[in-house]
């Protein structure tokens, strides 16, 4: 079965750092563009970043550009996203997903996710 499982979130501070990890098994990763999405409470899942499946290009949203970096190694069938500059308001539980489109920031083209973990920044 396809499997995303996230790992590296936590409590740190405002203007803190965390690398989240996301491992991936049960298909041929390196086939896959993949990406990044957030929840906070309530409000509605969005857009984070996107990684071809070469990593060779990368999308972000608006909020998180200049701050946040997805990476990924095919041969580790691992995706990363390195988060700088952290704030409140990047509080959210954070998703890992498969993308079946290139450069897609819309959830329902995202057809496998994980369990997500939980970014929790302090002020």
């Known amino acids: 079965q396809v499997q995303l499982v996230e790992s590296g979130g936590g409590l740190v501070q405002a203007g803190g750092s965390l690398r989240l990890s996301c491992a991936a098994s049960g298909f041929t990763f390196s086939s896959y563009p993949m990406g990044w999405f957030r929840q906070a409470p309530g409000k509605e899942r969005e857009f984070v970043a996107t990684?071809?499946?070469?990593?060779?290009?990368?999308y972000y949203a608006d909020s998180v550009k200049g701050r946040f970096t997805i990476s990924r190694d095919n041969a580790k069938n691992t995706v990363y996203l390195q988060m700088n500059s952290l704030k409140p308001e990047d509080t959210a539980v954070y998703y890992c997903a498969r993308s079946s489109r290139t450069y897609s920031n819309k959830a329902s083209d995202y057809d496998y996710w994980g369990q997500g973990t939980q970014v929790t920044v302090s002020s």
């Open positions: 990684i071809t499946w070469s990593g060779r290009s990368t």
